[in-house]
């Protein structure tokens, strides 16, 4: 094919800036997207599974198309820099350009292999970014404890639980759940918990990460608790870990099991 006498191969600093955009996009995607680690790769499985054809798929799904073309730039340029400095013309190989390579790759794979702490990153620091908002909710709740149907400034729409008055429940609203990487927004949906002393607990949940944020005002650390439903359940609340987000601000989380 004569065409191919006029394809050049791009230079290997290029390639090396290519792979290197590609991969802090990535961890850039993988931070500010809390469901990037499965959602997008699951949901794209699946509906190549139920008969979707993948140009569909792209065209309906802007997530979906910039997943898979940040993928396939990603393993292009990765693959180019190995060739270019293992395999290339021999006046372009150097052992400079070999280790440059290989401290690449060893990069990938460091991305991979912390993709999950990376998501569960992204997802505190929604959480930090919510903070304000909950500071108004404790505002609200701390001086008068909804009896019945009520808005909340920032949680929306709650009500008390009838067999646990002490337990708010909020109603779903869209926008909460973390479902697009242009989404900044944190998963406020759940429960809110109030406890002896004031303490506040706000239950943030998304994807595939839930913890609680807790209010206490009197100064307390976070422990175990158990949470009384109806007549005789309990969801016991087993102390996992905390860290605090700010003055009398925590983000906990804890294991949980029915007695």
């Known amino acids: 094919m004569r065409w191919l006498k006029y394809f050049r191969l791009p230079p290997f600093a290029t390639a090396v800036v290519i792979s290197g ?21 699951d949901v794209l499985r ?19 198309a910039c997943f898979t073309v940040l993928a396939a730039l990603a393993a292009a340029s990765a ?13 372009g190989r150097s052992w400079r350009k070999r280790l440059g390579a290989v401290a690449l790759v060893v990069l990938w794979f460091a991305l991979f292999a912390s993709r999950d702490w990376l998501g ?7 959480v930090r970014r919510a903070l304000t908002g909950l500071r108004q909710d404790a505002a609200v709740l701390t ?9 909340l400034p920032f ?26 990487p242009y989404t900044l927004s944190v998963a406020t949906y759940g429960f809110i918990y109030r406890a002896p002393g004031g303490t506040l607990r706000f239950e943030v949940i998304a994807e595939d990460w839930a913890s609680i944020v807790e209010y206490r005002p009197d100064g307390s650390q976070p422990a175990s608790f158990d949470q009384l439903y109806g007549e ?28």
């Open 155 to 180: 949680s929306g729409r709650c009500f008390p639980l009838p067999d646990a008055p002490d337990v708010l429940c909020r109603f779903w609203r869209p926008g909460m759940v973390i479902r697009s």
């Open 46 to 64: 699946r509906r190549l599974a139920d008969g979707d054809a993948l140009t569909s798929i792209l065209l309906t799904s802007p997530r979906m």
């Open 79 to 91: 693959l180019l820099v190995i060739y270019l400095a293992f395999f290339g013309q021999a006046r």
């Open 143 to 151: 001086t008068n404890w909804p009896q019945a149907e009520e808005t």
């Open 21 to 41: 955009v590609s991969l802090v996009a990535s961890a850039g995607w993988m931070l500010l997207d809390a469901g990037f680690n499965r959602r997008v790769v």
């Open 232 to 259: 005789g359940g309990v969801l016991k609340h087993r102390l996992k870990r905390s860290r605090q987000l700010a003055p009398e601000w925590f983000l906990v989380d804890y294991d949980k099991s029915w007695r």
């Open 120 to 126: 569960e990153a992204g997802f505190h620091l929604r």
